[in-house]
């Protein structure tokens, strides 16, 4: 009923830039928090970055002023900027978002991931 799509991600040089985006299709009929995970091998799944459908954002410290996270409300999209990188930024992202599907009740749902690489 409910799609996360993730596109972007990819290789990169320590140093450089890359960007993610995510949007939700199907029955929604609303949208609350939006964000994007990491997980790198043998590492738990952590929080990059989450932004509420008011705008207010939260970011892991790793990441601030490094990345940056936006959303359109009116495609269901949630992008993430990544400028900076560094290798310790290698990882699966993960889209995820807490909706209200058409006639039902809140669930989250997760994207299938993007592997960023960032080479030294």
């Known amino acids: 009923q409910v799609q996360l799509v993730e596109s972007g991600g990819g290789l990169v040089q320590a140093g450089g830039s890359l960007g993610l985006s995510c949007a939700a299709s199907?029955?929604?009929?609303?949208?609350?928090?939006m964000g994007w995970y990491r997980q790198a091998p043998g590492k738990q799944r952590e929080l990059v970055a989450s932004?509420?459908?008011?705008?207010?954002?939260r970011y892991a410290d790793s990441v601030k002023g490094r990345f940056t996270i936006s959303r359109d409300n009116a495609t269901n999209a949630v992008s993430l900027q990544m400028n900076s990188l560094k290798p310790e930024d290698t990882a699966v992202y993960y889209c995820k978002a807490d909706i209200r599907i058409r006639g039902g009740s809140w669930s989250t749902y997760w994207g299938r991931g993007t592997q960023v690489t960032v080479s030294s």
């Open positions: 199907g029955s929604i009929r609303s949208i609350n928090d």
């Open positions: 932004i509420l459908s008011g705008g207010m954002t």
